[in-house]
Structures are given as C-alpha cells and as structure tokens.
C-alpha cells in the first residue's frame, strides 16, 4: 500500500516556472515505477511522466519534452516534477501516481495502482 501526497501547485504566469513534489509513504516506494498526469477540465486524465523504480530510465510526454524533468529522491520516499516556460495549455490538476511495474515505465493510466489526491496548476497569459 502507498500514499502518495502532492504539493507545490499554483498559479503562474505564462513563461514562468513550478515544481510539483509527490511525497510518498509505504516501505516499498523504491519498487515502483512513479509517474504525472494531468487532467483539464472536460478532458481525459493525460500521460506527463513517468520515471522507474531506479530512477535511470524516464519518459516523457510530448507536452513535456523540452520543457519538465522529474527526479526522485529515494531516501525521501518524494518525487518532483519541474515544470519551466509553462503555458496556459498547461493549466490542469496534476496527478501524482505509483505503478507496480517499477522496472517498466509506462505512459498508460490504467497501469498505474495508487494516485495522490493532486494539485492544481493555473497558468495565466
């Protein structure tokens, strides 16, 4: 079992910066694969991130490249996804997320086991 727990969102101002952090509990937080999402309203919860169990290998989505990276820190059970030159497109809740798959990562919603209660982000123009 894990729990995860976001922070950092806001509103910022197009072109500006954030960084979202995932803390989670539960001893078996270097097992799994960690990932993002976002959800706007009226749409589909949407692939961001995602980062395996050793923290080598990530992916990102096509809104994310070039733009966010995501580390994590496995002595702090936390995860962070550093957001810069955000847009108004942007503006979404953000979803932290935990996949058993740990050495797999993957880009799928239905793969991913447990879910923060996530964080707004509002990004003004």
């Known amino acids: 079992q894990v729990q995860l727990v976001e922070s950092g969102g806001g509103l910022v101002q197009a072109g500006g910066s954030l960084t979202l952090s995932c803390a989670a509990s539960g001893r078996t937080f270097s097992s799994y694969t960690m990932g993002w999402f976002r959800q706007a309203p009226g749409k589909e919860r949407d692939f961001v991130v995602a980062?395996?169990?050793?923290?080598?290998?990530?992916y990102f989505g096509d809104s994310a490249k070039g733009r966010f990276t995501i580390s994590r820190d496995l002595a702090k059970n936390t995860v962070h996804l550093q957001m810069s030159r955000l847009k108004p497109d942007d503006t979404a809740v953000y979803y932290c997320?935990?996949?058993?798959?740990?050495?797999?990562?993957?880009?799928?919603?239905?793969?991913?086991?447990?879910w923060g209660q996530g964080t707004q982000v509002t990004v003004s123009s």
């Open positions: 997320a935990a996949s058993l798959l740990g050495s797999k990562v993957t880009t799928k919603v239905i793969d991913y086991d447990y």
């Open positions: 980062i395996d169990s050793s923290g080598g290998v990530t």
